[in-house]
């Protein structure tokens, strides 16, 4: 077992290593405003509020109250009947993950999930409220970045969205655990989940308009070097042997060498949204006498938490902090806290 964990890290360390160059990302509808530095106006659809800014990644909707998980972008050509033509292509080349042909199962409408297992960390993207998806997209598929994937619409479950407002929803993300269903059937949301871990609440969204303005002006070449980059919004420590299949899977957010033998602990970093991008693994002697699945709250930025009011990540208790209704899920679906 030890030598397995020792030659993972070794293959972790090389997959970093062969992965610190620029990758290639591409705009994934044919609307260029972004690419030629226009504004906003001329991309993004807003919601029925007219606020360009709802159309936006973050707490951005209902006075900052709502959280919106990606991007939402405005076709530049409709058809004889006013609907949105836009053909929709992979931002990078990966594997089909999911498709969802039936509208009425998620509020994405038709979304399709691609992983990126060629960059670090796998990436996923999320393309939604698709009008219909090409043939031959399908699970297990490879495709190439520029690949035509479907056509944008404004399919969605339980509402709709009007012609005039047909556009993209576009997200860059992490997903939380393989363990989804066990989590889904945990929580007794009464009705059947139709996408397996590719559920929406399985995904963890970083802000697109961020890493692609940043990796643009050459700020950062890669996820590896974002997710290094990110700022902090809580801190915290959790006593606990588990190791989740979440930083197995993307090994690059690791901060030192996962120790031999047992693990004590971690201490995670959460973004402003709630992602946890920044691992360090601790041993039983640097959790000493703290009880097995504490969590400690160690540090927060308070002014960014103030800014993304849509979500809850802690809430204040005597002197300190406890972990809010955001952050409880993630330690749910990440360290499989019940």
Known sequence: MIFGLRIFWIFACISVTLVAQRIDISWPTPNRAWEQGKSYDAWVQPTVSGQLESGLFGSVRSNGTQFHEGLDIRPVTRDSKGEAADKVTAAMSGVVRHVSISPGNSSYGRYIVIEHPDVQPAVYTL??????????????????????????????????????????????????????????????????????????????????????????????????????????????????????DFIVRYPALLKKEIPLGLIGGWEVQLSVTGLPFSWTPLTPAEVAGKRAGSVEILEVDNPALRRARGKTLVRPKGSGYIPGSDMTTILQLVFGQR
């Open 127 to 244: 393309y939604a409220h698709l009008a219909k998806v090409e043939p031959g997209i399908a699970r297990g598929k490879s495709v190439k970045q520029g690949q035509v994937l479907a056509t944008m619409g404004r399919s969605a479950g339980g509402y709709a969205i009007p012609k005039d407002r047909a556009h993209l929803h576009f997200e860059i993300g992490l997903v939380g655990t393989e363990n989804f269903q066990a989590w889904y059937n945990w929580r007794k949301f009464g009705s059947p989940n139709q996408h397996g871990d590719y559920n929406g609440m399985n995904l963890l969204g970083l802000d697109p308009m961020d890493f692609l303005s940043k990796w643009r002006t050459r700020k950062v070449d890669n996820f590896d070097q974002y997710f290094s980059r990110m700022d902090s919004a809580v801190r915290f420590r959790i006593v606990t042997s588990r190791r989740p």
